[in-house]
């Protein structure tokens, strides 16, 4: 399965580290194993003493590359001792050393920061007030709700069920539901 993993290096030599692993990934023949290497990076437009405006690139996180690699269950000794020992890389993010496995990054972190820089695009989902849906998985899964509020950065809706006889706001993930009509 490919998970991304987040390598420590001496801050300032990104780069360097991005292009060693690229090169290693192809002269030890990983290329099936390591999808992409990124280092996350925005351009914003600065004013110099004079007033000129430039365009200066900020790495987003200094001091670490990102690497997407395929990982069967525990990860790959070979994978983990090739990126481990490439020049410039003091370890993995979540790893305290001593054999045991780095933790990927939670796939929704990851997704946060791969839209941020452009690389995959949210789909749009439109959900308002008042619209009817259904629920097409979880504990309402079949069930019909009108949506009472609309959590647009969390990508959730709010639904009035019914417990006990009371009406209880239940939010839902947009993944969850279904626009009916």
């Known amino acids: ?38 280092i996350p990076e925005e ?60 933790v990927p990054v939670p796939k929704d972190e990851m997704d946060g920061i791969l839209n941020k820089l452009g690389l995959i695009v949210k789909p749009k989902l439109e959900f308002n007030v008042g619209d009817k849906i259904i629920v097409v998985s979880g504990a309402f899964k079949d069930r019909e709700f009108d949506i009472v509020n609309v959590i647009s950065d969390k990508e959730k809706v709010v639904v009035l069920t019914e417990m006990f006889g009371q009406s209880i706001e239940t939010e839902l993930l947009f993944s969850e539901i279904k626009k009916l009509g």
């Open 43 to 102: 351009t914003v437009e600065v004013v110099d003493k004079k007033g000129n405006k430039k365009q200066k690139v900020n790495k987003l996180f200094p001091g670490y590359v990102f690497v997407e690699m395929e990982v069967e269950g525990e990860m790959d000794e070979d994978l983990w001792f090739m990126v481990r020992n490439t020049p410039k890389v003091t370890g993995f993010l979540g790893s305290s050393g001593g054999g045991t496995k780095p």
């Open 1 to 38: 399965m490919k998970r991304w993993y987040i390598v420590t290096t001496y801050s300032g030599y990104e780069n360097s580290v991005k292009q060693d692993l690229e090169r290693r990934k192809e002269s030890m023949n990983m290329s099936d194993m390591i999808y992409q290497v990124l």
